[in-house]
């Protein structure tokens, strides 16, 4: 089935440690989102690519990196730096940036800090 | 001022009920615009486009109105399965996606 998958499903961060959220997609679509949601809140735009090798700072970009070697993979890492990762993090993709008519999200994973 | 805005809600109504969520952005440049559904810790999904024009889904029916800078969302007939948030969504000049912070919908048997 074409689809996005996101592990792990629950993560567990210490004080200190950088974590991996892993994003595949199967979809062959170009551009990958990262969002973060709060309880009670909308979501805000980490990171975005449009392309393999080339990704854009979002809305609230601090703490966060990614890399996009691979037009199926956009790995998100929570940082150190970032001081409140507590959230669930959510990753997207469409076949162009701004083709919200096909813009899919993963299941998601909650980041929940030690 | 919040990008978007919309009520929290909850709106909570009987089965059958007929029922009107409403959004306001602020960014007159804005390009297009949706309603997302998302049910209790799970991904958003995209429940319909709006247009200019109006358009229906069935039972649900968006409007836009761009002079006021507002979207509406009716759900006519409520299920019990309709019981989720909807999030207003609206494109910005860059392309990307402006999320509201959602209406809770719970609708009673």
């Known amino acids: 089935d074409g689809g996005i998958t996101q592990s792990p499903k629950y993560l567990f961060r210490k004080e200190g440690q950088n974590v991996t959220l892993s994003c595949e997609q199967n979809l062959n679509h170009d551009a990958m989102y990262w969002y973060r949601q709060d309880p009670g809140q909308g979501l805000r735009l980490i990171y975005y690519s449009q392309i393999v090798n080339d990704f854009q700072k979002g809305d609230i970009a601090e703490g966060y990196s990614v890399s996009r070697e691979k037009k199926e993979s956009f790995p998100l890492t929570v940082t150190s730096a970032q001081k409140n990762p507590t959230a669930f993090y959510l990753c997207a993709s469409s076949n162009r940036l701004g083709g919200a008519e096909t813009q899919y999200f993963g299941p998601g994973t909650r980041l929940l800090v030690l | 001022r919040k990008e978007v805005e919309q009520d929290p809600g909850p709106f909570n109504v009987p089965e059958g009920a007929t029922v009107a969520f409403n959004c306001t952005y602020s960014?007159?440049?804005?390009?297009?615009f949706f309603w997302y559904r998302q049910d209790c810790r799970k991904e958003p999904k995209l429940l319909m486009s709006v247009y200019s024009s109006g358009n229906e889904d069935g039972r649900f029916t968006a409007q836009l109105n761009r002079a006021s800078q507002y979207i509406s969302l009716l759900i006519r007939d409520s299920k019990l399965s309709d019981s989720a948030t909807y999030l207003c969504v609206v494109m910005d000049s860059s392309y990307k996606l402006i999320f509201g912070s959602g209406t809770r919908l719970l609708v009673r048997p």
């Open positions: 960014n007159s440049a804005s390009q297009s």
